[in-house]
């Protein structure tokens, strides 16, 4: 069934990086995140990315990076500098590619925000703002601590900094959310006009707050396919066209580096509990950093090698191809499939059959393989089917 990868069907390579700090957790948030006391060893943590960075630069092994993702927690705790020395680490370490994308995420609180002029002389092009929502009501029920005038300072600022691909995140299916107040946020969110906006249902994920004690008020199904189907309408007349499940762009200012998640690209990854995929002769490989902060920056500290990395066995390859490429609306080849997963086409195809019968997913113009809008409603179902035997 397992096929070779050879060198020139790689795929693109990222990088991630954790910064596990936050001002406050949510209680929806299930990320590897803490709450930033006044000692929090941001410089030490800092050190310790850069030595990461070295072990990670072996693996990419000459191969650029397209991409880098300053994720967390809430990168924008660091400051400007901090963030600078970062990213000459990646610099000095890795080939980029030349038309490199770096993403920041931030939230809009004044404590959080920090300089968008700094980050942006840092080499951070592309900021994601954490907004959530453009009510009050809203926001105090998610615990965010910034307000709706927040939102629109952080964003003018960055702005005023030259940043011209900004993300907003915001959320559906909020307690206590009617179909209005949904298409409110998206439109207040749509006239700042932000190349991309990345909008998604509120989750109620294990080891939260919220799933511990879930809010009063959560929108049933039917409420919440209302409000997405009303949303993805509205969100087409503003021309923001759909490429994925939860992601929205304007004149093609697609995430490059989500889109090489979702496409089954590879990607380092350094930080907390960060994990990285890596593609070579040999097979595909997956690896992990320590999770926790403290254990991780001890870890790094005493030179102790990080794990191996595991080789990714081939009916997983299956499924975590198409776990990913099942959110995009581009759909796939067969070949694309085997380029990727270094499988042949027909271990997919005879996977395809019961959902094809389904109505989940069909064949389309060009050969490609396109998820349904039935499927689309039903993508956990469809992801279903391609669970390891």
Not at 22 to 47: H, I, Q, W
Not at 171 to 186: H, I, R
Not at 274 to 281: E, L, M, P, T, V
């Amino acid at each position: 069934m397992e096929t070779d990868l050879t060198l020139d069907e790689l795929p693109p390579l990222s990088l991630y990086v954790h910064l596990p700090w936050c001002v406050r957790k949510c209680p929806y948030c299930d990320f590897n995140s803490y709450t930033m006391g006044d000692d929090a060893p941001r410089e030490r943590y800092l050190n310790a990315l850069l030595a990461d960075l070295d072990v990670e630069s072996q693996r990419a092994n000459g191969r650029e990076l397209i991409s880098v993702f300053l994720g967390g927690g809430t990168p924008s705790i660091f400051s400007p500098r901090q963030i600078g020395r970062l990213l000459d680490g990646v610099r000095e370490r890795f080939a980029l590619n030349s038309e490199l994308e770096v993403t920041m995420e931030a939230n809009p609180g004044t404590v959080e925000c920090g300089d968008p002029v700094g980050y942006r002389q840092a080499g951070v092009n592309r900021l994601s703002i954490g907004a959530q929502s453009f009510s009050p009501e809203a926001l105090e029920a998610l615990g965010r601590i910034h307000s709706v005038d927040d939102i629109e300072r952080a964003f003018g600022e960055a702005r005023e900094a030259g940043f011209d691909n900004i993300n907003l995140d915001i959320m559906y299916g909020l307690p206590g959310q009617s179909v209005a107040a949904a298409m409110f946020d998206l439109e207040r969110a749509a006239a700042l006009e932000p190349q991309h906006l990345s909008w998604y249902h509120l989750t109620l994920e294990p080891n939260t707050v919220f799933h511990a004690r879930p809010p009063a008020g959560m929108p049933d199904q039917e409420k919440s396919a209302q409000i997405q189907d009303q949303g993805q309408a509205l969100l087409d007349e503003l021309a923001y066209e759909q490429y994925e499940v939860s992601a929205y762009a304007r004149d093609r200012k697609r995430c490059k580096h989500n889109l090489n998640y979702w496409s089954f690209g590879d990607y380092l990854a350094v930080g907390a509990g960060a994990h990285g995929k890596i593609s070579n002769d040999a097979g595909i490989w997956r690896y992990v950093k320590a999770a926790n902060p403290k254990q991780y920056l001890e870890t790094i500290e005493a030179g102790t090698p990080v794990p191996d990395p595991q080789p990714v066995a081939p009916q997983e390859r299956l499924f975590e191809f198409m776990l990913n490429v099942s959110r995009l609306d581009a759909g796939f080849t067969e070949q694309f499939f085997t380029a990727r997963t270094g499988l042949p086409a027909k271990t997919l195809r005879e996977r395809l059959e019961t959902p094809s019968a389904k109505g989940l997913i069909e064949l389309s113009a060009g050969d490609r393989w396109q998820v349904t809008p039935l499927g689309r409603r039903f993508l956990n179902d469809l992801q279903a089917d391609f669970l390891p035997e």
